[in-house]
């Protein structure tokens, strides 16, 4: 069954912090994964989104890993600011281009 | 602002009854998609139009049909609704279609239509 996981569940740093967050999927056949930041209540904005041949790939503060071989995402957020708080959602699109979306991680930043 | 609409913001309405949700994609999309947030199932993809068409089909339910008229703004449609429809809907657009194998398609979110069901 394609599934994406992602961990922690939740996580609370200190402004200014670094965090990584984790995604682990068995989506296949593999076509992109992306990242997506979503406030509460408002729909989700786009962070990064790689395809098979593609690393690393950031967006600001954002940087995205992706390794293909393991199955594995992991989302950095360097240098964290207060509205860095939100949930952090991974989503693997298959060939037959279904999206399978992971449950997301809780990030809250505090001061 | 994404650029994306959806109406209305807000919806209630009781268990059987069918209602319609709207989306204007952002000027110059093609593909509109649709999603379902809930709080036990999370976000769950419902369906995807390019041009007219449907492109892409995920979790929707029979009782569920979308369209996607001409001037490419799409309508989701829910009938004999129950209490566990109740939940955020999503519409996003994009401008390509987002075929498997070519450069993925960049979307864009909506504020969603949240729909209580009583």
């Known amino acids: 069954k394609n599934q994406v996981e992602q961990s922690p569940q939740s996580l609370i740093i200190l402004e200014g912090k670094n965090c990584t967050l984790q995604c682990n999927y068995t989506v296949s056949p593999f076509s992109n994964l992306r990242w997506y930041k979503q406030d509460t209540g408002r729909g989700p904005v786009s962070l990064t989104i790689?395809?098979?041949?593609?690393n690393t790939k950031s967006n600001g503060r954002y940087t995205a890993t992706l390794d293909a071989d393991t199955k594995q995402s992991s989302l950095h957020i360097t240098a964290s600011q207060l509205s860095d708080s939100a949930s952090y959602i991974c989503?693997?699109?298959?060939?037959?281009?279904?999206?399978?979306f992971g449950p997301g991680t809780r990030l809250s930043v505090l001061p | 602002d994404s650029g994306v609409t959806q109406t209305p913001k807000h919806l209630i309405t009781a268990t059987g009854q069918r209602v319609t949700l709207r989306c204007s994609p952002r000027?110059?999309?093609?593909?509109v998609y649709w999603y379902q947030q809930s709080l036990d199932q999370g976000l769950q993809f419902l369906i995807q139009?390019?041009?007219?068409?449907?492109?892409a089909k995920g979790n929707i339910l029979e009782r569920f049909s979308a369209q996607q008229f001409p001037d490419l703004h799409s309508e989701l449609n829910l009938s004999s609704l129950e209490l566990g429809d109740s939940a955020l809907y999503f519409c996003a657009s994009s401008m390509g279609p987002g075929l498997a194998g070519r450069a993925p398609a960049e979307q864009y979110f909506g504020p969603g239509t949240r729909l209580t069901v009583t």
């Open positions: 139009y390019y041009n007219g068409e449907e492109r």
């Open positions: 989503v693997v699109r298959d060939y037959g281009q279904n999206f399978v």
């Open positions: 790689m395809t098979f041949s593609e």
């Open positions: 000027s110059g999309d093609l593909s």
